[in-house]
């Protein structure tokens, strides 16, 4: 490290900021473009000089210092592409005459969506990702649907990383778009059952899904119908049908509130219907039968959520009646409902099994697994007069599998199992479910995967995922990436931290707002644990996580430098007050009810302001760090992790190594081809063995 070149330096221009008759000081607010959204359209070509000489210098360091790391980074690189078999193909979803899926060719970036004849034949190609991504630095396809009719394939696409699609509709038989391109959409449509009509949902200049259209198939989309308009910019919307068909949902919802409308899939022309207004805190999601809604809702104090019953003509709340009524701790995920079952996915003790429930007599049974932690999820479908499911299973160890499930029979078929070209026994491996105190005496889950011969005496390194918002729980699943590490000695874990809902919606609830320091003093007792029961030492913990997971990697090195030796913060959210007191960016108003309001709410402001990683950095010793962003990103923004770094740098004492990537052609989700993506995912791993002393 003695040869590397110095760090780059941002310049510090003092901005003075006030709120609540509070000022605070902000050197580096420079970094963040007046012109955005420009930038998230038009990527580098729209930044400021200045901006770009410093991030293009950051990417030049980071370069620099990890050009040892080199030929470390194409070997993992060889072992992950090694472990993807790269002619691969989902197992085809049927629907009538035809089945539907998707596939890949061997040294293809990006899939294939085919279509076959309902039971086998010939496929048709209907969409070739390599072949459209052809001349772009960024390609990434939105969703693809046809029409009852399989005549017509409606398919977005985003060639920025900004998450504005492109919505497009080909003719299957030929094969070839029409001349129809309607621009800025959220990523796809839903047909009416007649094919004559597409509900999409377009996005503002400030990238918020604000308004549904209908559009009439053949016409030119500067005639599309406004369907509906939310002026509230605190609130997502979205456009489904439900698994019967006769439904387009309008789904309209923030964190903690939602709201749906209803048109007929036959009679597109009417006027949505709604379902039950938004009530602050009220949570449903909907599917239909006949005549008959079920809905799945936190309502009437059902924290972990109970499945009720309304009729089509009269769905207001004072006619929901329940069905399957609310059992504390054991949490309702999603549910499907059949011509004559429904089938519900459900958490209970940090493990999911699936639930089937017959419709005419209520008599159900349930799907579940035996391994100490391990990931289930339903696949869904196209058919509505069905006895099967799909679902897929996996865990740490085990890779994953697809089977279908006769509801009727209760036999279950393997359809797919995941294959590791390169090899993989699982029973070199050891997956465990730990059990870590937190300070307030609740019990945090980590699952754990490690090499059977790895020794438990301390000496191990460790990767130490976590991310612990929005509700969204981290599921032990089986993944071929970590296994570069693992096979290195290291110890891979998932803290499954307070602010997901892996112990129901309640450790949700102690995650969030006014209690989101749980989350980062879990993830610190999480470590901790690691390190008291043998599995690794402080210094050799590297702790991951990216997005909201991010802010999560910014709080605990404030909180806990001493805790971890290296801090992989990918996308992190690191401004976290500027960000929410800045009501013009994308996701601020819908994420007030995450976080809290600093605007209107002064507590929410000083609550806040206590963990913000950018405000909350100090002059003291931090782990090695690598930050990653992505220029487009309309989700975290590019600038958060550059002031954050820029911060770090100029504040932070001692000599740890702090390393700023900036994706100049990508967004949120880094580079879009899944072997692009690989090498992002390899550079990660190599400043993990590096500052590890393992490269």
């Known amino acids: 490290m003695t040869n590397t070149p110095l760090p780059p330096r941002a310049e510090a221009r003092p901005l003075t900021l006030e709120a609540h008759g509070i000022q605070r000081q902000d050197d580096y607010a420079w970094l963040r473009a007046d012109n955005w959204q420009e930038v998230m359209r038009d990527g580098r070509a729209a930044l400021a000089d200045d901006i770009e000489a410093y991030l293009d210098a950051e990417n030049a360091y980071q370069e620099a210092v990890m050009a040892p790391t080199k030929a470390l980074q194409d070997s993992l690189f060889a072992e992950m592409r090694g472990r993807i078999k790269e002619d691969d193909s989902s197992v085809p979803m049927k629907d009538g005459a035809y089945a539907y899926g998707i596939k890949y060719v061997t040294g293809g970036q990006h899939p294939k969506y085919i279509r076959t004849n309902r039971d086998g034949g010939d496929e048709i190609v209907l969409l070739d990702g390599d072949k459209e991504a052809e001349g772009k630095a960024y390609f990434k396809f939105g969703s693809a649907s046809h029409s009852d009719d399989h005549a017509l394939l409606a398919w977005a696409y985003d060639d920025k990383g900004s998450e504005y699609y492109s919505l497009r509709f080909r003719d299957v038989a030929t094969g070839t778009d029409r001349d129809v391109v309607i621009e800025d959409t959220a990523g796809g449509g839903v047909f009416t059952r007649d094919g004559k009509h597409l509900f999409y949902v377009r996005l503002d200049d400030n990238h918020r899904p604000s308004k549904l259209f209908r559009h009439e198939i053949g016409t030119d989309p500067a005639s599309d119908v406004l369907i509906y308009e939310e002026k509230d910019p605190g609130f997502f919307m979205g456009v489904g049908r439900t698994q019967s068909g006769d439904t387009i949902l ?31 805190g009220i949570e449903y999601s909907v599917e239909d039968n006949g005549d008959t809604l079920y809905i799945l809702t936190n309502a009437d104090d059902a924290e972990d959520f109970k499945i009720v019953t309304a009729p089509k003509s009269a769905p207001g709340r004072d006619n929901w009646r329940d069905l399957v009524a609310h059992k504390p701790g054991c949490l309702i995920l999603s549910h499907e409902v059949f011509k004559t079952f429904m089938v519900r996915l459900e958490r209970e003790n940090s493990l999911p099994r699936i639930v089937i429930r017959r419709l005419v007599d209520g008599i159900e049974h349930s799907i579940a697994f035996d391994e100490e932690a391990y990931s289930l999820g339903l696949s869904g479908g196209y058919e509505f007069d069905t006895t099967e499911i799909r679902f897929s299973y996996s865990s740490m160890t085990t890779p994953s599998r697809v089977y279908d499930y006769d509801v009727e029979t209760r036999e279950r078929s393997l359809r797919k199992e995941q294959e590791v070209p390169s090899g993989h026994n699982p029973d070199d491996y050891v997956t465990r479910r730990l059990l870590a105190k937190a300070d307030d005496g609740e019990t945090v889950p980590v699952s754990i995967l490690y090499h059977k011969d790895t020794p438990l005496d301390g000496s191990a390194p460790c990767l130490l995922y976590g991310y612990g918002s929005y509700g969204i729980s981290i599921p032990a699943s089986f993944n071929t990436n970590c296994l570069s590490l693992v096979d290195r000695g290291f110890v891979y874990a998932i803290a499954h931290i307070r602010g997901g809902k892996d112990k129901g919606f309640r450790w949700y609830k102690q995650g969030r707002r006014e209690h989101k320091t749980n989350t980062f003093t879990d993830f610190i007792a999480a470590a901790k644990h690691l390190v008291a029961e043998g599995f690794t030492s402080h210094e050799k913990i590297v702790a991951q996580g990216g997005s909201a997971g991010g802010m999560l990697m910014g709080a605990v090195s404030n909180m806990a430098p001493e805790a971890f030796g290296g801090i992989i913060a990918e996308v992190p959210f690191v401004d976290v007050l500027s960000t929410m007191l800045d009501d013009t960016l994308p996701l601020t108003p819908p994420e007030w009810p995450e976080w809290g309001n600093p605007i209107a709410d002064k507590s929410a402001y000083d609550y806040i302001a206590s963990y913000s990683p950018y405000d909350n950095v100090e002059a003291k010793a931090y782990p090695a760090i690598l930050a990653v962003g992505g220029l487009t990103d309309p989700r975290v923004t590019y600038w958060e992790p550059a002031k954050w770094v820029a911060k770090l740098r100029a504040t932070k004492t001692g000599d740890s ?39």
């Open 657 to 695: 190594l702090l390393m700023l990537k900036t994706n100049m052609e990508a967004g949120h989700g880094g580079a879009s081809g899944r072997f692009d993506r690989l090498k992002e995912v390899a550079l990660v791993q190599a400043f993990a063995l590096m500052v590890t002393g393992k490269a």
């Open 250 to 280: 309008i789904d309209i919802h923030d964190h903690e509130t939602s709201e749906v409308w209803m048109i007929s899939a036959d009679r597109p022309l009417d006027a949505p219907v709604l379902i039950a207004p938004r009530e602050t």
